[in-house]
């Protein structure tokens, strides 16, 4: 145990040992955050579903009508209706033959990637892809190709310099999880198509938030597996992979995350599928329009125009102290630190919802100067 407690040690003299703030919710633009009510920017709920009363009554009504667990994977006993009406649901929403549902949008990269390749093969991965995507990549035991961040001139390099492989994939965020920067789709695909390689984009922050229908950034490019989560702009859990249906087949016949873990309980699944509804309405259309109003509104003062703003401070104790500042002054943008960003680039992660009021944006705009951090 001393040898634990070292290692516990170590992380903490490096600024890098983690812990879970108590939130207090429900899910909104105010948070109470290690008891004290804040302004929240650290949260992945976008147009604000997380706490949705549609939400709530779909699952609410599920649980009613059929029960809570699923009960056994869905190649066993776990294949029921609602799980089969939401992939339906999906593919039609997407334009894509077939989608597949998993459990987390983690399981879904790390059985896409692992169900397409193996050791035979060659995946090629930008530099700053989630973490989820490098697992992926590792379990595959595919040769893996790091290609610079967004930088389609340095992945036709490598494309053309990669030995004979059976199979090759191409496999990106579209909207960078920690960056808040976009993949250059439309020259990755092409590179896709001359190097005859598959193209898988993970669309965890475009979903729901970007694109005609919050379709995401894929629609019509030709991309051959749109991965996605239900977790964030979506308000709920789970996740799918959507594409072509042999590939989508391959996928439920050899992805181990999806084969091996129990299907998503109903009411969670129902709960999707209303918010997926959700948004083509009115009141959809406008949260996403919402949104982007808010996003512009933080661009005319300086900021990158995204619903993800990284701010840049380099250390992680540095990181951290600001953001403690910060939630003194009752703003919480949490520090993101390695590994979940390369060491020396540690920063604030403000996320902008579609729920935020302008006040609410100044008054972070306004911390941000007083502390001296932009
Ligand atoms: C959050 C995230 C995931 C994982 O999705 P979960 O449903 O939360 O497991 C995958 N990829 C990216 C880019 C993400 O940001």
């Known amino acids: 145990m001393d040898k634990v407690r070292a290692e516990l040690q170590q992380l903490a003299d490096a600024g890098l040992r983690r812990r879970m703030r108590p939130i207090d919710g429900p899910q909104g633009p105010e948070l109470v955050v290690d008891g004290r009510r804040a302004i929240n920017f650290s949260s992945n709920n976008y147009l604000g579903l997380a706490g949705h009363p549609i939400l709530q009554r779909a699952a609410a009504r599920a649980a009613d009508e059929h029960g809570f667990g699923a009960g056994a994977s869905r190649l066993i006993a776990g294949n029921l209706a609602p799980h089969r009406a939401l992939e339906q649901r999906i593919a039609r929403w997407k334009g894509t033959e077939a989608a597949l549902l998993f459990s987390t949008g983690y399981q879904a990269n790390v059985g896409m990637i692992s169900g397409l390749l193996g050791p035979e093969d060659v995946v090629f991965s930008d530099e700053l892809n989630h973490a989820s995507l490098i697992d992926g990549c590792r379990l595959s035991r595919a040769r893996t190709v790091v290609y610079r961040?967004?930088?389609?001139?340095?992945?036709?390099?490598?494309?053309?310099?990669?030995?004979?492989?059976?199979?090759?994939?191409?496999?990106?965020?579209?909207?960078?999880?920690?960056?808040?920067?976009?993949?250059?789709?439309?020259?990755?695909?092409?590179?896709?198509?001359?190097?005859?390689?598959?193209?898988?984009?993970?669309?965890?922050?475009?979903?729901?938030?970007?694109?005609?229908?919050?379709?995401?950034?894929?629609?019509?490019?030709?991309?051959?597996?749109?991965?996605?989560?239900?977790?964030?702009?979506?308000?709920?859990?789970?996740?799918?992979?959507?594409?072509?249906?042999?590939?989508?087949?391959?996928?439920?016949?050899?992805?181990?995350?999806?084969?091996?873990?129990?299907?998503?309980?109903?009411?969670?699944?129902?709960?999707?599928?209303?918010?997926?509804?959700?948004?083509?309405?009115?009141?959809?259309?406008?949260?996403?329009?919402?949104?982007?109003?808010?996003?512009?509104?933080?661009?005319?003062?300086?900021?990158?125009?995204?619903?993800?703003?990284?701010?840049?401070?380099?250390?992680?104790?540095?990181?951290?102290e600001l953001s403690e500042a910060l939630l003194q002054r009752g703003l919480f943008a949490q520090g993101i630190r390695p590994p979940t960003v390369p060491p020396g680039t540690s920063r604030l992660r403000v996320a902008l919802m579609a729920t935020h009021t302008e006040a609410q944006l100044a008054s972070l705009v306004d911390a941000l100067a007083d502390l001296r951090i932009r």
């Open 149 to 320: 961040h967004a930088d389609a001139d340095d992945l036709a390099q490598k494309l053309a310099a990669a030995p004979p492989a059976r199979r090759r994939l191409i496999v990106t965020d579209s909207v960078f999880s920690m960056d808040g920067d976009r993949a250059p789709l439309v020259e990755l695909v092409a590179l896709a198509r001359r190097f005859e390689a598959l193209i898988a984009v993970d669309e965890a922050h475009a979903v729901g938030v970007l694109g005609e229908d919050g379709v995401g950034l894929c629609a019509g490019l030709g991309v051959d597996l749109q991965m996605g989560t239900l977790g964030k702009a979506l308000g709920g859990f789970g996740a799918y992979v959507a594409g072509a249906a042999p590939l989508v087949e391959l996928l439920l016949q050899r992805a181990r995350s999806f084969i091996f873990t129990t299907a998503l309980p109903v009411p969670v699944v129902a709960a999707a599928h209303a918010a997926i509804d959700w948004l083509i309405t009115d009141e959809g259309r406008a949260a996403r329009r919402q949104l982007a109003a808010n996003v512009d509104w933080m661009a005319a003062r300086g900021y990158p125009r995204s619903h993800i703003l990284p701010i840049q401070i380099g250390g992680a104790r540095a990181t951290m």
